[in-house]
């Protein structure tokens, strides 16, 4: 009935505009322009979001890291430091790099506080003690990933698996699928609803990738990747520092 009613106004469009294929060109416009608002609307929400957090457990190398990268001095483990780290001659290139507490009392504290700016996060794993530490390093990424915030915006996330200068380090290929299994076995184990870092909950069980099907990082809103890397290199803190992978991946998610 109201398909029938708003024939004869249709009709009358077609023969203001000189006939159906106009309309058809005059209701794809509209399209194209709603889709470059909408665009535009997710991009600005992007832009506003320029901070690149680095995040890992305590002694993953990720302060030196935060260090030799943005040419600053070495922060402390128990506040977050901050730094202008520009990815080109351009001065408008840049990001704003913030180092996290890595001690388990303050971790989740100060990412509740910066998680809203983030445009990416750089997770530090030291990679010659992962073995040891694989359950812990599973849990605070997990912790991150169920975050109502982070799953939101879907920050890049890079895996930096560093400390790669020591004969004993894991391979990236390696903490990789280590990470997938034991997040798997998280995500089953956990019944609990999941909960923002301020400790409120979205409501629902808790989900990481997809069900059924055991967990990858393929199956995340966020774009996931992992890197080799070295904040030490081969001569210790005075050594030229591996970070070329850390470094090209900075620049293309700004």
């Not at 809103?221 to 030229?240: D, H, I, L, Q, W």
């Amino acid at each position: 009935a109201m398909a029938g009613g708003l024939e004869p106004h249709l009709a009358a469009l077609r023969r203001e505009l000189g006939g159906p294929a106009v309309l058809s060109v005059l209701v794809a416009l509209i399209a194209v322009a709603i889709t470059f608002l909408i665009w535009r609307f997710v991009q600005g929400r992007k832009s506003s979001r320029k901070a690149v957090l680095l995040l890992g457990l305590c002694d993953a190398g990720k302060t030196l890291l935060f260090a030799r990268v943005s040419g600053e001095g070495a922060g402390t483990s128990i506040t977050d430091s901050s730094a202008v780290y520009r990815l080109s001659q351009d001065k408008s290139t840049n990001v704003t790099l913030i180092d996290l507490p890595g001690h388990e009392s303050l971790r989740l504290q100060f990412l509740e506080r910066f998680k809203a700016a983030a445009r990416a996060i750089v997770f530090v794993v030291d990679s010659v003690a992962f073995q040891r530490e694989v359950k812990d390093v599973a849990e605070f990424l997990y912790q991150v990933l169920v975050d109502s915030t982070v799953l939101r915006n879907a920050p890049a996330l890079l895996i930096a698996c560093n400390k790669q200068d020591v004969t004993m380090a894991k391979s990236a290929k390696l903490i990789q699928q280590q990470l997938e299994k034991e997040l798997n076995t998280l995500r089953v184990t956990r019944s609990a609803a999941p909960t923002s870092l301020d400790g409120s909950a979205t409501g629902g069980p808790a989900q990481l990738g997809k069900k059924g099907k055991d967990f990858d990082f393929s199956q995340l809103p966020m774009k996931v990747e992992f890197v080799e890397c070295s904040a030490r290199g081969s001569k210790g803190e005075e050594g030229e520092a591996d970070l070329e992978g850390l470094e090209k991946w900075l620049l293309k998610v700004a």
